[in-house]
């Protein structure tokens, strides 16, 4: 059996952070061998400090969630949909908020998408239109997994709210990178990834439920004669991985000692950026200050899959193909192939960038 080539620079930030911060690992080992007696009062520790990072002025506020998929999920199946709603979204979501939408039309609800406007993921003009027709929710990525695109999420969230709309924030590609205040944004639903930018473990992310918003959770209340809950519970989204919360928790400490962290990240996108055009490449998204440090490429005579595996036999691991978002590629024009998706971390070096820019030009130039 052939054995993969080992892995000298890690491009996929964009769907897992690696390596993890060392306090992140030391908290999440810490945890698993922690003693039972102090599991609730650490949970409500780690709980507080993830509410703090994001703005919840009340913890239960914010549910602890096995990471953004589920968040999305539940955020959607509890509200109290009627045959007839109407979602509007972006052109560019992640499967993870695509799939349970695409289940809502099944029961009579009608999905709307918005269409980019140009380099940008979401036309305001074009927003502004379907909300003229009514909508129940605005659901949309603060930035494209894909192309690393930042949508206008604040300005969404607000033309919304105007309409009479709700809002929601796919947060899994901005969270870590960009300071999320939920109060600041006034958005009703927000969920978030701790694996990607936070550098937390897998297992670990949250839902930010607005207290003005009441959904509906019958038979998941501790209240036998109470209809229906507020909110959805613990017993919706099941046990907290203990060990990734302890490390979603050490890596927004982490974090917050790396204020420059994204202005660093997108000079190192840009360097990849400049070798790889430079080699004949077209970048697609916005510049780099449009986006989160992620960098979607296509070359005319490299294919994205060829290109990742030429990569990899050099030690480079990046992305090739769909990303889990076919609405983003065939918006870009980009399906069946999709893209090659190189993404950085706040664990990326300078070094590791000249050896994936060594690596580029190889293979952006093998026959």
Known sequence: MECSPLVSVYLNHAGTSWPKPAPVQEAARRALAGDPGRWAEDLARDHRRVARALGVPDPARLLLTPGCTSALAVAIADLPWEPGDR????????????????????????????????????DLAALDAALDAGARLVATTAASNVTGALSPYAEITARAHAAGA???????????????????????????????????????????????????????????????????????TGSVDRAALAGLGAGLDWLDARPDRLARAREHIATLEATAVDAGARRLGPPVEGRVPTLALVHEAHAPAALAAELAERGVLASAGLQCAPEAHRALGTDPDGVLRLSVGPTTTDAAIERACEALRAALGAG
């Open 87 to 122: 979602v509007l979204c972006g052109s560019f979501e992640h499967h993870a908020l695509m799939r349970p939408l695409l289940k809502l039309a099944e029961r009579g609800v009608e999905i709307v998408r918005v269409p980019p406007d140009g380099d940008a993921p979401f």
């Open 166 to 236: 709700l809002s929601l924030i796919d947060a899994a590609q901005v969270a870590g990178w960009i300071d999320l205040d939920v109060r600041a944004l006034d958005v009703d639903l927000l969920a978030f990834a701790g694996h990607k930018g936070p550098q937390a473990p897998w297992g670990i992310g949250g839902l930010y439920v607005h207290e003005r918003l009441t959904m509906t959770t019958p038979g998941a209340v501790c209240d036998l004669d109470a209809p229906c809950a507020p909110m959805p519970g613990y017993c919706d």
